[in-house]
Nanobody, 111 residues
Framework: QLVESGGGLVQAGGSLRLSCTAS????????MAWYRQAPGKQRELVAV???????NYADSVKGRFTISRDNAKNTVYLQMNSLKPEDTAVYYC???????WGKGTLVTVSS
């Protein structure tokens, strides 16, 4: 089970930190990812962190978002800075290639 939290309404230029807590998996051996889906658009990959804490980001968020993990807490984070209205979306946590998804948390960035 993956449970996201931390979404909300923020003004452009602001920051939010999303959290995703996992249960029922051996968290430390799994890569973890954040995806997002904006209204009327396809779900897209935002960031990935490997079990060894290597990271990769979509071009649209590079330099603004940071993915991290705390294996002791079975939690992956997404720190989002310098938010833009186009970052508005439902953000989902996922264990890649397993079919495990959270239910999502809504991020709304106002201009």
């Amino acid at each position: 089970q993956l449970v996201e939290s931390g979404g909300g309404l923020v003004q452009a230029g602001g920051s939010l930190r999303l959290s995703c807590t996992a249960s029922g998996i051996i968290f430390r051996i799994n890569n973890m990812a954040w995806y997002r889906q904006a209204p009327g658009k396809q779900r897209e990959l935002v960031a990935v962190i490997t079990s060894g804490s290597s990271t990769n980001y979509a071009d649209s968020v590079k330099g603004r978002f940071t993915i991290s993990r705390d294996n002791a807490k079975n939690t992956v984070y997404l720190q989002m800075n310098s938010l833009k209205p186009e970052d508005t979306a439902v953000y989902y946590c996922s264990v890649p290639h397993t079919g495990y998804w959270g239910k999502g948390t809504l991020v709304t960035v106002s201009s």
